[in-house]
């Protein structure tokens, strides 16, 4: 093995190293975006349940005083 191939090499290597420890950060900046994902659905959800629960809640008030038009049955 010359030594211009051993300097190419030992770069190579360098830059591969690097390399890899980029590809890991991201790795790892992905995988908390998705868990933030995941907890903003969550999120979300609840607050649509908590919104279809004060719906409700609304309505029986409308009409327990009469505030609205009575269902057609």
Known sequence: MDMSNAVTNDLMYEVLKK???????IKLSVADHSRLL???REDELRLESMDAGILLRLDRIERRFGLCEPTPT
């Not at 390399?19 to 950060?25: A, F, K, N, R, W």
């Open 38 to 40: 995941n907890r903003m």
């Open 19 to 25: 390399i890899q420890i980029d590809v890991s950060s």
